[in-house]
């Protein structure tokens, strides 16, 4: 089920959000919110410079400084953005989620394009 079926997210209960900046220019080219109810959480990450359509984008366990590992694999960039839904708690995205990586391709293996990390 989606988060635009028969029962979406509810509310912006506890929103985390997430500021990304380039890797290299430090201006903002996305940003992020993550909200959910219950075990629906939906993470829709809005563009604002450019960024490859396809691109990958991850939640990860480490800061932008040192990402660590993956805790959740995204949904790739459109012309737009990305929304993705997760089926976990918010409290399990919070616990886990540490930062947001945009890569420059669609290969998770390939350099950031872009990172932030989530404030609660």
Do not use: W
């Not at 900046?21 to 075990?39: C, D, N, P, Y």
């Amino acid at each position: 089920m989606t988060a635009f079926g028969p029962t979406p997210v509810r509310a912006l209960d506890n929103p985390l959000r997430v500021n990304l900046r380039g890797a290299t220019s430090h201006l903002q080219v996305a940003a992020a919110t993550i909200f959910g109810s219950g075990s629906n959480v939906l993470v829709d990450v809005t563009r604002y410079r450019d960024v490859l359509n396809g691109a990958a984008v991850t939640l990860n366990t480490g800061s932008c400084g040192n990402p660590g590992s993956i805790a959740f694999q995204l949904s790739p960039f459109t012309k737009v953005g990305s929304i993705t839904e997760l089926r976990s708690s918010i409290a399990d995205v919070a616990a886990h989620a540490r930062s947001m990586i945009i890569y420059q391709t669609a290969s998770v293996k390939s350099a950031a394009f872009a990172c932030g990390n989530v404030i609660n």
